[in-house]
């Protein structure tokens, strides 16, 4: 056991529950092969009392003011900032991510905390002119109850933040099911919660197996609400569940993002930005850029410039401060990149740089661009979800748009251009529910997140992201 790595426990009912008492599994860190700790798995028992504690911490927050449950969010927030250069070293030694961006990813949770604290106390509803001046109508925003969440190891702080924070200033309670390989951050979320005085069973972590975990909260009748951030088969497989029990839904899946970079683009800024854009966090985020459409006249110039910008990221271990790229966070990602470099190799793509794992320890694989992939490659249909860029030559704005919304993925789309015409043209006609002209930089608290198509539905985030915590109620009065 690593010690500054922390022991991890579930909470349940405002308990700790550690893996001394439970099955548990290994947690490995990715840079180095070493196992750093155990993460428990609840039991069905632990999960029922979880289900008891929600419903009694239902109970006591919603009838908390808002103003009380601001107050508590933004103090979490506090002492997530205060704790961040702690949280970070978990966050790095379980997901891999280099420590600069660890700590970016703290500060980023702490943003939503506070902003999720604001958005909940401007819930407003409103009151209606009645058709009788002897009656009163109001319209009224209630929590919509106790909430079912299930967050992924990609981002560790920030995925689970958004919901927790999103649930808890609605006045909702909610049982969280973070990713299993990256149990640590999440756990010192719920540390920070409690210890800013947040009532015991309004936030239950849990961690087990994952389709157990989420087959029985969803169908519990207690659940009024599901959210998940995974992959699309995960996602299509629990809106079933969710439809069968008539709860609704928040969909977070993964996204196949183009690129389109016109003639008139800044090259040189272009290449840089998409170079740190697709290999932050190893490509292993839903909105990574990875079709990279180029008009033909300009395209070798650019990809001489993206390969350049590419092999000048430093890959290693996240605690080295010059490391840009960590490694891939688990053995599944290395399998599939593995299969997606030498089917597209095997179909005859050029391989302009990368293209392999790197040896020693570690999951570490090459930031890799990919030429001439035709177009029944694997990965020009399935999310790489890692460090695989494919750059495609277009003739005009028309085919580019057209290959940008080939996929049934809609999660984010970019487009490169000095031109404000084809700015406009891109922005309202590539089919994605976020779009970056000139730049990928698109998780903040303060704007919507979320795709279309089958990249998800609704949003986290911005003013939208409290919405689907609260219900409509309507009462009139004589
Ligand atoms: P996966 O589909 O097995 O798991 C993705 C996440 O869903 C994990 O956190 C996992 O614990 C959880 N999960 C899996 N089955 C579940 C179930 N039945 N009930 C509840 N949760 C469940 O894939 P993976 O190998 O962990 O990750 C790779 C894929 O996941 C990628 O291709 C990508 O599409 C997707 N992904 C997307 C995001 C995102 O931000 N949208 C984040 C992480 C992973």
Redesign the pocket.
Known sequence: MNQAYGELFLLIDGQWISAKQRASSPVVNPATDEVIGHVPHATMADLERAIESTKKGFKVWKNTSAYERAKILRKAAGLLRERSEAIATTLTMEQGKPLFEARYEVGSAADYFEWFAEEGRRSYGRVVPSRSTAVQQLVKKEPIGPVAA??????PAI?PSRKIAAALAAGCSIII?P???CPGTAIEIARALQDAGLPPGVLNVVFGE??V???FLIQSPVIRKVT???????GR??SELAGRALKPITL????HAPVVVCEDANLDATASILAAGKFRGTG???LSPTRILVQRSVIEEFLAKFVKASQALKIGNGFDPDTKVGPLS?G??IK?IGDMVADAKSKGARVMTGGERVPGKGLFWQPTILADVPADALVMHE?P?GPIAVVLPFDTLDDAIEEANRLPYG?AAYGFTESARNAVRLGNELEAGMIGINHTQMIVCELPFGGIKDS?QGSEGGAEGIQSYLVTKFISQV
């Open positions: 299930f967050s992924p190891w990609n981002f995925t099911k990713g299993e390989e994952p389709s975990i989420s087959e998940f951030t995974g992959s699309v088969p995960v497989h629990l977070e899946l993964g996204g292993q985020i839903c688990n599944r990602r599939a999310e979800f999660l998800g």
